[in-house]
């Protein structure tokens, strides 16, 4: 199947720096990206579709301006929380799909805000 | 998107064929059954998706009722790296539609 790398792998930061995280899709292009994140014994909740070329569309009580969100590229969307405080430590996972709608996820990023 | 009910957790027997049964009762006619697992600290990994015809590939079965209300994943002769939680998901052909996850189902494989 197709393969989407996300960098970095784990990163821990100090509260009020932010961090950016990397999507790409190796071996495909992909319009359409999305960004998941997952607490500690919980499901995968979406955050935003990423979208080539436009704005990220977020979900209900997901503060834009905290999560930017730009997708430049057919192979690479980026997210980066801003300011971070210890409750956005995470892990963040993004997806993407192949011209076979099959929707391929990323390995994940585990964010630690200190 | 159509909800899914999945049991919280299950236990196979290595080598043993693992059933992964999947309520679906609400889905409609364009949406598919999708299944993924996550093993603990990976992203999602795609394991099969059908319409309304059985289907197999080389990680696993599906089964899907005639009625299309249920469905079973079945990983043939489970092995403790099938160990995972297991997502069932109903969906239109994801292009530009993002997977809603619901809390799955445990598997524990025993040695």
């Known amino acids: 199947g197709a393969v989407v790398s996300q960098h970095p792998s784990r990163v821990i930061c100090k509260s009020g720096t932010s961090v950016k995280i990397e999507c790409r899709s190796l071996d495909f292009q992909a319009t359409t990206m999305f960004w998941y994140r997952q607490f500690p014994k919980q499901s995968l909740m979406l955050m935003a579709t990423s979208n080539e070329g436009s704005k990220a569309t977020y979900e209900q009580g997901v503060e834009k301006d905290k999560f930017l969100i730009n997708h430049a590229s057919l192979t690479l969307s980026t997210l980066t929380v801003t300011s971070a405080h210890p409750e956005d430590s995470s892990f963040y996972i993004c997806s993407a799909s192949d011209s076979y709608n099959e929707q391929f996820f990323g390995p994940g990023t585990r964010l630690t805000v200190l | 998107d159509a909800k899914t009910t999945q049991p919280t957790s299950m236990d196979c027997a290595e080598g043993r064929a693992a059933n992964l049964p999947c309520n679906h009762s609400?889905?409609?006619?364009?949406?598919?059954v999708y299944w993924y697992r996550q093993i603990h600290s990976q992203g999602p990994q795609y394991i099969i998706h059908?319409?309304?015809n059985n289907e197999t590939n080389e990680m696993a079965s599906l089964i899907i009722t005639e009625d299309r209300k249920s469905s079973t994943l079945i990983l043939p002769h489970a092995t403790l790296r099938d160990t995972a939680v297991y997502y069932c998901i109903v969906s239109r052909p994801p292009g530009n539609t993002p997977l809603v996850f619901g809390k799955g189902t445990r598997l524990s494989v025993i040695a």
């Open positions: 609400t889905i409609s006619g364009n949406e598919y």
């Open positions: 059908g319409l309304k």
